[in-house]
């Protein structure tokens, strides 16, 4: 699973940005990824491990709820993670 969001533009900032990704793991677990920043600047990427897909996959939707919250806005967005 994978959702892209991006905040509009204000003044004359680059747009800000979050990508979530929900990955599994060589170990049978599940990787919750999360990269954000400004649009042509440094990002920083945060990864959090779960043991359970159902606890991931909690996790990727409260993190896209929050960031839609914030105002930001889904670009692309990107199926069901694969076991």
Known sequence: ???YLQ???SGNESPRY???SLLPDL???WELLRESGQTGGRAQLRRELFLQQDEARHAFE???DAQ???GFQVVFASGE???
Request: glycine letters at 10%; charged letters at 25%.
């Open 7 to 9: 905040q509009p533009p």
């Open 81 to 83: 993670p694969h076991p």
């Open 27 to 29: 170990l049978g677990g």
């Open 68 to 70: 839609i919250k914030r």
């Open 18 to 20: 979050v990508q979530l």
């Open 1 to 3: 699973m994978r959702v």
């Open 62 to 64: 409260k993190a896209r």
